[in-house]
Each structure stands twice: as structure tokens, then as C-alpha cells.
């Protein structure tokens, strides 16, 4: 996976800059990833069980999706409209994967497109590294704080505001009923050989390390390898394995060039899972005014030649 991409030179040469500035400094030892990587290692003590693995694939599934269609797609391209209840659904069980609120995410993402492998951008493997664009930059101080010019369309609900204060809270439900969860399934049906510790463990610890780093590789990963379809003005590639892992997420390439679209796949062979979802949300009425790719991008698709990667 990602990690192939990273060298061992690139690994020093992160952490002696990040050390020699304060401000950028690596806080390996207190941050919640950090520990989050540690505490996985949890599951190796509380065992396995077919209806842990089970709820791995859910927390996994729910929270990905909360994240490529809502923290995405929804709050920081606005590619579709919604509820103010579902909005807030979305905000919740996205900030449970632990990557802290959609009003600080969306803002981060929004400084990217702005600034897609240029100077200014804070997690590009091109200014910088792979493993600075992969996880590097999220576990520098300097970027923890929200930056509040790029997100005055979403200051205004103060049940966002709410979540990106108390980013802690929907990570501890999620702990919570993962741990109600194993706890009553041990009392009733003791054969399933689970336990509360144990759902907690792969349904939240060890789900979250995969999250983390399915949605950290479209930072990385998708401006190192892959395909272009469009001459962009940065390194964005279509990575087809990349977008089975985030649902969507991997034709990047796609994506940078018109990123306004809730659908990333533009063809029915690039497979873009949220987008189905989403679908099938309209269509209950959750969601709506779903936006997609104008004739006009389709057009330029056509008349382009793929740029395959020699890496790839």
C-alpha cells in the first residue's frame, strides 16, 4: 500500500525539519494517531471473531462513505444539497473515524484545491514527500487549528460548530456502542466468541488505522501513481485500486478537474461507490440537486489522450 512509497531518507528528512521548528513540530508522542496505531495492536489480546470482523466491515464501510460522500463531496465541494438533519448525520459519523470535524477537514481540503502541488499546499508529495503528504502533515501542530475564511458557508450551523468543538464526543458514542454491542451479543449468544473489548478493538481501533490510511492515500498515492485523463495543473492521477478502498475517491485525476461533481467516476467502469449510494439516497429523499460532470468535461475526456505513468 502506501507505505511502499515511503523511504527511509524522506522518514529523516520529515522529522529533522519538523523538529528543528516548533511550530512544525512531529508530535509522535501525544497524538491521537499515534496512540490510535498503538492501541490497535489490541486485537491481537482480545482475540478474533467472524462477528468482530463483521463489525470492521461496517465501521469501515459507514465511516468511509461519511467521509468520500459528506466531509467530501458535501461540505467541502457542496456537490449535492441535503437536510439540516442528515447534514449533521453526515458531520457526526464522519468525525467518528477521528480525523476531528468536517468544518477544520473541509477547510484543509478547500486550501488544497487552491493550491494543488504548489508551494503553498500542505500535503503534497510533489513540494514534499510521501509520507508528508500521507500522514506527515496531520501530525504537525501548525495545521491543527481551523481556518475560518474558507468555511463561512458552514459557520453558520452551529451544530457544525458544536462538532469540530467536541470532535471527541461522536468518537466516544462510536466506542460506546461498539462496546454495548459485543457486551450484550457475549451475554445472549456466547458461541459468536466475542466480547464488548473486542468489537471495540476491530470495530473501532483497527477500523480507524484503515481508514486512516485509505483516505491518507488520495493525498499521497493519487499524485504520485496512476493515470491522467485531463492536463491538469498539478499531479492528481486516477488510481482504479485506490478507489475501490475509498469508495470512489481514487479517480482523483477526474476529480481536480471538476471537482464540483458528487459523482468522481466518470464512466460506468470507474467504479464510484458513494456516488451509487447517494442514488439511492435521492431517490429516498435525502439527498438532492446531486451534480455531476457537464457535457463540456466529457467533451475534453474525448479529445484527450490517457498519460499513463511509467511508475504505475
Known amino acids: 500500500m502506501a507505505f511502499l512509497l515511503i523511504r527511509m531518507q524522506s522518514v529523516r528528512k520529515i522529522f529533522s525539519h519538523a523538529f528543528q521548528d516548533e511550530d512544525n513540530r512531529l508530535l509522535m508522542a501525544s497524538s491521537p494517531i499515534f496512540i490510535m496505531h498503538v492501541l490497535a495492536l489490541g486485537a491481537f489480546f482480545t482475540g478474533f471473531s467472524w462477528v ?3 463489525a470492521l466491515v461496517v465501521t469501515y464501510s459507514v465511516r468511509v462513505f461519511a467521509l468520500t460522500a459528506g466531509f467530501h463531496r458535501y461540505f467541502s465541494h457542496r456537490a449535492f444539497k441535503t437536510s439540516r438533519l442528515f447534514q449533521f448525520v453526515l458531520g457526526w459519523v464522519g468525525t467518528s473515524s477521528a480525523q476531528l470535524g468536517p468544518m477544520w477537514w473541509a477547510a484543509n481540503h478547500r486550501h488544497h484545491h487552491q493550491h494543488s502541488d504548489k508551494e503553498e499546499d500542505i500535503h503534497s508529495p510533489v513540494v514534499k514527500d510521501a509520507f508528508w503528504a500521507h500522514i506527515g502533515w496531520v501530525l504537525c501542530r501548525a495545521y491543527g487549528e481551523i481556518q475560518q ?11 457544525l460548530r458544536f462538532i469540530d468543538r467536541f470532535h471527541v464526543l461522536p468518537v466516544l458514542s462510536l466506542i460506546l456502542v461498539l462496546y454495548i454491542c459485543g457486551t450484550v451479543l457475549n451475554a445472549y449468544f456466547p458461541g459468536l466468541g466475542t466480547s464488548g473489548m473486542q468489537f471495540v478493538m476491530w470495530g473501532f481501533f483497527v477500523s480507524t488505522v484503515l481508514v486512516y490510511h485509505v483516505t491518507f492515500c488520495v493525498n499521497s498515492v493519487t499524485h504520485i501513481i496512476g493515470k491522467k485523463r485531463f492536463k491538469t495543473d498539478d499531479e492528481s492521477r486516477n488510481s482504479w485500486w485506490v478507489a475501490l478502498l475509498t469508495f470512489g475517491e481514487g479517480w482523483h485525476n477526474n476529480h481536480h478537474r471538476w471537482p464540483f461533481s458528487a459523482r468522481q467516476g466518470m464512466y460506468w467502469w470507474e467504479l464510484d ?16 440537486d446531486l451534480k455531476v460532470y457537464p457535457e463540456k468535461i466529457y467533451e475534453e475526456a474525448r479529445m484527450q489522450p490517457l498519460e499513463v505513468d511509467p511508475s504505475s
Open 273 to 288: 461507490l458513494s456516488y451509487l449510494v447517494l442514488r439511492g439516497l435521492e431517490r429516498l429523499g435525502l439527498v438532492w
Open 149 to 159: 475564511d474558507r468555511i463561512k458557508d458552514l459557520n453558520k450551523y452551529p451544530e
Open 52 to 54: 468482530a470482523l463483521l
